[in-house]
């Protein structure tokens, strides 16, 4: 029998990757099909602080066992933005409305115009509730920000980043191929290994 879990989410591409990652052990159920529509709060100063959030306000609405995450793009040259505001910068920077991606990059390629170290890396942060317990887990990519959007797969920063040896851009790969190498695959290459040990 599939063990249940809630990702505090309703982002198709994320729970697709997530499932993908995860496999078919554990039935991933989105916001959704729990029937929970409201917008979850995300207001911390940290990635660890905006998935434990989210993660303890599903718990808290659905009782069940439940994981949400936060995922940032830090540039090195942009001390680390746009970090916890990745889905929001062209917003918090008055250039757009909501979450546009979009605007997100062209907002980063202008502040990154002339600038020759383009080292960044993603990160997710996953916060688990599993049995009352918080467990965090977290995977990190290094790579370089391309200079113009490449690629038409994945999304949000995608099309801009490129991994640690490679030459494309995630949005240049096929979704195995990214799910392979991640951010977000290492993270739940984490959140598996405390499945793995709590559920037996």
Request: net charge negative; glycine share 10%; aromatic share 6%.
């Amino acid at each position: 029998m599939q063990k249940k879990l809630v990702f505090a989410t309703n982002n198709e591409h994320k729970l697709e990757e997530i499932k993908a990652i995860i496999g078919d052990g554990y039935d991933i159920l989105s916001l959704k099909e729990i029937g929970c529509d409201s917008d979850i709060p995300e207001t911390a100063a940290t990635l660890e602080g905006n998935a434990l959030q989210k993660a303890r306000w599903i718990h808290e609405q659905s009782g069940c066992d439940c994981f949400a995450d936060d995922t940032g793009l830090e540039v090195k040259a942009l001390d680390g933005e746009p970090g916890v505001l990745s889905a929001r910068y062209a917003q918090s920077n008055g250039r757009g409305d909501g979450h546009d991606a979009e605007a997100n990059s062209r907002l980063l390629l202008e502040r990154l115009d002339g600038c020759t170290d383009r080292a960044a890396r993603f990160r997710t942060v996953i916060a688990l509730i599993l049995n009352g317990r918080e467990i965090l887990a977290e995977g990190i990519v290094n790579g370089v920000i391309a200079t113009s959007p490449r690629g038409t797969d994945g999304f949000g920063y995608d099309p801009l980043f490129i991994p640690e040896g490679e030459e494309r851009t995630f949005a240049e790969m096929d979704a195995s191929e990214k799910n392979a190498i991640s951010h977000r695959r290492r993270a739940a290459d984490e959140l598996l290994k405390v499945l793995e040990t709590s559920f037996i």
